[in-house]
């Protein structure tokens, strides 16, 4: 954890470069302290049956979803929450300077009990291995 899932119109894939969005969330939660780097992962799902306001063809959205473990006070959690979303608007600045879109963000913290995962990849970045 974490794990970022970006959902988005179809109208905005040619508009959108996703691994420079991902490279700037995975260092600024890696540099907060508070999430070991071998647990982040980015997605990004294209929806193309979609409908915005009233439907207009230019119209589009983007939410990002950050998905974190149990755990983390909330005073952390509204910081991280409040600069990822700063992050995103920027990097999306150019679509909305262009254009109209939605855009929403919200962070989940998944219940402890619940979550399951296996992650192989932890051991590679705890002796600094790269």
Request: net charge neutral; with cysteine.
């Amino acid at each position: 954890m974490p794990h970022f899932i970006v959902e988005y119109s179809g109208n905005l894939h040619q508009k959108l470069e996703f691994q420079s969005l991902f490279k700037a969330l995975h260092e600024y939660v890696v540099s907060t302290g508070a999430f070991p780097i071998g647990g982040v992962r980015s997605r990004a799902i294209r929806c193309d049956d979609f409908r915005v306001a009233d439907g207009r063809e230019g119209f589009a959205f983007l939410n990002l979803n950050l998905k974190i473990g149990h755990g983390r006070d909330m005073e952390l959690k509204q910081r991280v929450a409040g600069r990822v979303f700063e992050i995103l608007c920027d990097w999306m600045k150019p679509v909305t300077d262009n254009g109209y879109c939605q855009i929403s963000f919200e962070m989940t913290e998944l219940d402890p009990v619940l979550k399951f995962n296996k992650n192989n990849i932890h051991p590679l970045f705890a002796g600094g291995e790269r």
